[in-house]
Nanobody, 120 residues
Framework: QVQLMESGGGSVEAGGSLRLSCAASVSEVTYRRYCMTWFRQAPEKERRWVGSIDTTGTTTYDDSARGRFTISRDNARSTLYRRLNTLRPDDTAICYC????????????WGQGTQVTVSS
């Protein structure tokens, strides 16, 4: 069973930055084949796609995330990252990572989420 563990969330003031991590419980060889995605769920809102990174390192982002957030991966550490800059109070959300083991557009495994809280 693949496990994903997010970390790096916390409480910051508006304008601050955070780097979220998502560590997968698989080898580098296996992890390299995964496409990875970040989602966010704001209070009382539905979970929304933020952005993805494929096996070549190519990223795609939701328009609302473009420019302030950066997704990257370190295959040697089987870890996904999301850098959040210039945070705003409306960025407050639980952030989740998900793995697509065949890069077929599905989300086979999910992390438990990490809370990001931004105060004004």
């Amino acid at each position: 069973q693949v496990q994903l563990m997010e970390s790096g969330g916390g409480s910051v003031e508006a304008g601050g930055s955070l780097r979220l991590s998502c560590a997968a419980s698989v080898s580098e060889v296996t992890y390299r084949r995964y496409c990875m995605t970040w989602f966010r769920q704001a209070p009382e809102k539905e979970r929304r796609w933020v952005g993805s990174i494929d096996t070549t390192g190519t990223t795609t982002y939701d328009d609302s995330a473009r420019g302030r957030f950066t997704i990257s991966r370190d295959n040697a550490r089987s870890t996904l990252y999301r850098r959040l800059n210039t945070l705003r109070p409306d960025d407050t959300a639980i952030c989740y990572c998900a793995a697509d083991v065949k890069c077929a557009g599905g989300f086979d495994h999910w992390g438990q989420g990490t809370q990001v809280t931004v105060s004004s």
